[in-house]
């Protein structure tokens, strides 16, 4: 389902401001994230790049780090503190792209809000350059859009409590929708946690947003793969050792 999806692709281009940034997605990273999704929790990725040296106007996104992360399907928890790696000191960072279950006519309110926070909380951020991609699961396809925040909007973000649907003070002033291209004239790639997984979803007692995470470069695992359940493997494993014994068991169904 998912590895099909990445054959309808589509980036929303209707409303986005013809001045700023225009920030270049290349495909076979795109594509790599959604395969290693879920199509109901939410996962995310921290988005490194580098403009070309004749055109300064243009970001082009060389590299995605995936942090340790616990995700549902309204929002994603990362951690306090961004990535740190040899590899992303010539890159600046450009923001974020994260999944979402349902396509949204806007940039919801929860995610004005953790925009707001990581600028605020990390100077190495430009409110004009770090951007945000929706990555929407809709019938099968997918529909991306980049937004970036307004003044107001990181100003309302940082102050905002209100972890509801429809929150005081919201307003669609708070975000612009930027340009965005999708290509394959050249290839980024990964960087995940050095030590254990990025999906934290089947062991959630075990995330400590605090704490750092050196990386490595390689491709994400996907979703439900077995590094991310070393609990459910080592169950099966105990079911099967149980019987091995050479006993014969009782038919309960009989």
């Given at each position: 389902n998912l590895h099909i999806r990445t054959n309808h692709i589509y980036a929303a281009s209707e409303d986005a401001r013809d001045t700023g940034y225009t920030y270049v997605l290349p495909k076979n990273v795109l594509k790599k994230f959604i395969t290693v999704a879920d199509l109901r929790t939410q996962i995310a990725a921290y988005m490194y790049g580098i403009s070309p040296p004749d055109n300064p106007s243009v970001k082009e996104i060389r590299c995605l780090v995936?942090?340790?992360?616990?995700?549902?399907?309204?929002?994603?928890?990362?951690?306090?503190?961004?990535?740190?790696?040899?590899?992303?000191?010539?890159?600046?960072?450009?923001?974020?792209i994260h999944t979402?279950?349902?396509?949204?006519?806007?940039?919801?309110p929860q995610d004005v809000t953790q925009h707001a926070a990581i600028l605020d909380g990390n100077k190495s951020w430009d409110i004009e350059k770090s951007i945000l991609i929706t990555c929407s699961f809709t019938p099968g396809s997918v529909s991306l859009t980049a937004y970036k925040l307004t003044s107001t909007g990181y100003e309302w973000g940082r102050k905002n409590k209100d972890q509801s649907s429809n929150p005081q003070g919201y307003a669609p002033t708070h975000y612009e929708k930027v340009q965005m291209l999708l290509s394959d004239r050249f290839l980024g790639f990964y960087m995940v946690p050095e030590q254990g997984s990025w999906n934290y979803n089947f062991m959630g007692v075990k995330h400590n947003p605090s704490a750092k995470y050196p990386l490595k470069l390689d491709n994400p695992k996907e979703f439900y793969h077995e590094s991310h359940r070393p609990v459910h493997f080592l169950q099966f494993a105990q079911v099967e050792e149980a019987g091995a014994d050479g006993h014969d068991r009782d038919d309960v169904v009989s």
């Open positions: 995936m942090p340790p992360q616990l995700g549902n399907h309204q929002g994603v928890t990362l951690p306090h503190n961004l990535p740190e790696h040899e590899y992303l000191k010539e890159l600046e960072p450009l923001g974020w979402q279950p349902n396509e949204l006519p806007q940039l919801s």
